[in-house]
């Protein structure tokens, strides 16, 4: 270790002893990425200023893109050769191990043929199914009961709630490739104060339903097909306890899901409409931020974002620039939906509740539904 700054001595071979790892410094991860960064932008990347964990790197017809992620990273581009002098750089520079293709990531398994990419976390699940010591139970075909009414329950308390914790905890990991788990973790989350008896129960359900889908993930198309659709939906009063809306989204480039959210708005809405005109402002917000991206990988997007809600009187009030009674109570930062539809950025498309991809995010559904709306969404 270096000595620290300040600190002189006559004798040069003097050095710290360290008396804690390097993981439990506070500023390691830091300093860390700092040295990474550095060493990235030597050889001539660019860190990407909306993912300051994306780096790209472009000499002509040539790219690269690296995606780090604490000490490990993935490596992406279209020259090998180009690839191969990269890595042999970061061999250099760090001592580094080359895993090859990428099979498996943090629990993430990629598979992959000329159709595109699938991306599953089937040894994750099983682990969590063996856990909890389900492996031979029957399964169910929905994670939550319809009506379930979790959030009012004031039966008795969990004996265990640590051992509730860790599940959630490991829910919230699993739900990175599985949207079908996002509103259960978001209600599981909302209970780890005191979490009840009952919450446990529903906890297991969504276990005995993992045990029946192991393998579930989420495909990535090769298809030249790269318009970016949005599906967004309210729960209206959602949460009984704060009266809170629930806002659910997902977001598709192509035919592929690269982005999908639960959660619960900041305010009370007076209305269906206020609610659903704010979940539209917080969706806009995830376009704005992956429409900057596109342009890293060179996607060109000219096309207005097609814009699907099922909500009539919302699109009303973005289509109406008037100052009426539905309108006032609205904040500032939720027009900002109105200027991108006004300014051509997007096109707003009305569709059936039935239809709406976003509809199992805010709600449990029934099999039928609930099946029907992940397979529209290639789950």
Not at 20 to 42: E, I, M, N, T, V
Not at 251 to 263: A, E, F, I, Q, R
Not at 322 to 337: A, Q, S
Request: with cysteine; hydrophobic share 35%.
């Amino acid at each position: 270790m270096k000595l620290p700054p300040g600190y002189t001595s006559s004798d040069t071979n003097k050095v710290c002893r360290l008396r804690k790892s390097l993981y439990g410094l506070k500023q390691a991860p830091r300093c860390w990425f700092a040295k990474l960064s550095d060493s990235l932008l030597q050889f001539g990347f660019v860190q990407n200023k909306k993912d300051y964990s994306l780096f790209s790197y472009h000499r002509g017809s040539s790219c690269i893109y690296v995606i780090v992620y604490v000490d490990d990273l993935i490596i992406g581009g279209n020259d090998s050769a180009l690839i191969s002098k990269f890595k042999a750089y970061l061999s250099d520079c760090f001592l580094m191990k080359d895993l090859g293709v990428l099979k498996y990531f943090l629990g993430l398994e990629i598979s992959r043929n000329n159709d595109g990419i699938y991306v599953c976390q089937r040894k994750y699940s099983l682990d969590i199914v063996t856990e909890c010591g389900l492996t031979g139970c029957c399964p169910y075909d929905t994670p939550l009961e319809q009506n379930h009414n979790l959030a009012r329950d004031n039966g008795p308390l969990f004996d265990n709630p640590s051992r509730y914790h860790r599940l959630v905890g490991c829910l919230v990991y699993l739900s990175v490739t599985r949207p079908d788990l996002s509103y259960a973790v978001h209600l599981f989350a909302q209970c780890l104060a005191k979490p009840r008896a009952r919450h446990w129960i529903a906890a297991l359900r969504v276990i005995k339903y993992l045990k029946g889908t192991l393998g579930q993930g989420f495909f990535l198309s090769s298809g030249k097909e790269l318009h970016v659709n949005a599906y967004c939906d309210t729960a209206y009063s959602a949460c009984p306890l704060t009266r809170r809306s629930i806002t659910g989204y997902v977001v598709l480039l192509g035919d592929s899901p690269v982005s999908w959210k639960t959660k619960k708005q900041k305010t009370v809405s007076r209305s269906s409409a206020e609610s659903e005109y704010r979940a539209m402002s917080f969706t806009y917000s995830e376009i704005q931020w992956l429409m900057e991206l596109l342009p890293v990988f060179n996607i060109v997007h000219k096309e207005p974002v097609s814009f699907y809600c099922d909500n009539e009187s919302a699109i009303k009030i973005l289509k109406n620039p008037v100052f009426h009674e539905r309108t006032k109570h609205i904040e500032n930062d939720c027009h900002i939906i109105r200027d991108a539809f006004q300014a051509g950025e997007l096109t707003l498309v009305s569709i059936s509740t039935k239809e709406q991809v976003a509809d199992f995010l805010t709600k449990a559904l029934g099999r039928a539904q609930f099946i029907y709306l992940l397979g529209k969404m290639g789950v």
